[in-house]
Antibody
Framework: QVQLVQSGAEVKKPGASVKVSCKAS????????INWVRQATGQGLEWMGW????????GYAQKFQGRVTMTRNTSISTAYMELSSLRSEDTAVYYC???????????????WGQGTLVTVSS | DIQMTQSPSSLSASVGDRVTITCRAS??????LNWYQQKPGKAPKLLIY???SLQSGVPSRFSGSGSGTDFTLTISSLQPEDFATYYC?????????FGQGTKLEIK
């Protein structure tokens, strides 16, 4: 079955970077975008950006421009999201989700990974 | 960016009730509107895509409608497992945005 499995929880200090992985299985990794969405405790969903695993093209939310980098390793069907200059407000669960659209960057999200808790604390 | 506004933010209802949640876009997004359900501690789950298409495996009591700027998610007869938070998402722009969510609680 189509599945996205994310890396485990992380604890980081302010100013550091975090890199979260998302391993895809059950489908051709390069045929669908990977999106990243985060959710602070008790808050709503916040879209961060998308990446086309085939071309490597990306699209980021303006809020995260300059701080986020989305990459991939096609040989192991894994996408990565790196967020730098972490601050306490970045404490959240980070999800990857497959984009299912007929154009780059478009479509709905299905399925989702299980989520990775990133805690930023001194 | 396209802003998505859901109403209400929270809603109390009983098992068997018919419930409607509204999502409004700040500009026309055609039918590029998707709905998700999220239960506590779990990842969101796709319910409806392209405004009115039911995702495979989702019960038929869920339905979506609308186009342009105004959209609705309807649950025809609430079941105990439907109490959750619901989000709309626009995919008209490749800079996706979500509504703030509607928490559906048991009355």
């Amino acid at each position: 079955q189509v599945q996205l499995v994310q890396s485990g929880a992380e604890v980081k200090k302010p100013g550091a970077s975090v890199k979260v992985s998302c391993k895809a299985s059950g489908y051709t990794f390069t045929s669908y975008d990977i999106n990243w969405v985060r959710q602070a405790t008790g808050q709503g969903l916040e879209w961060m950006g998308w990446m086309n695993p085939n071309s490597g093209n990306t699209g980021y939310a303006q809020k995260f421009q300059g701080r986020v980098t989305m990459t991939r390793n096609t040989s192991i069907s894994t996408a990565y999201m790196e967020l730098s200059s972490l601050r306490s407000e970045d404490t959240a669960v980070y999800y990857c989700a497959r984009g299912t659209g007929d154009y780059e960057g478009g479509g709905w999200f299905d399925p989702w990974g299980q989520g990775t808790l990133v805690t930023v604390s001194s | 960016d396209i802003q998505m506004t859901q109403s209400p933010s929270s809603l109390s209802a009983s098992v068997g009730d018919r419930v409607t949640i509204t999502c409004r876009a700040s500009q026309s997004i055609s039918s590029y509107l998707n709905w998700y359900q999220q239960k506590p501690g779990k990842a969101p789950k796709l319910l409806i895509y392209a405004a009115s298409s039911l995702q495979s495996g989702v019960p038929s009591r869920f339905s979506g409608s609308g186009s342009g700027t105004d959209f609705t998610l309807t649950i025809s007869s609430l079941q105990p497992e439907d109490f959750a938070t619901y989000y709309c998402q626009q995919s008209y722009s490749t800079l996706h945005t979500f509504g703030q969510g509607t928490k559906l609680e048991i009355k």
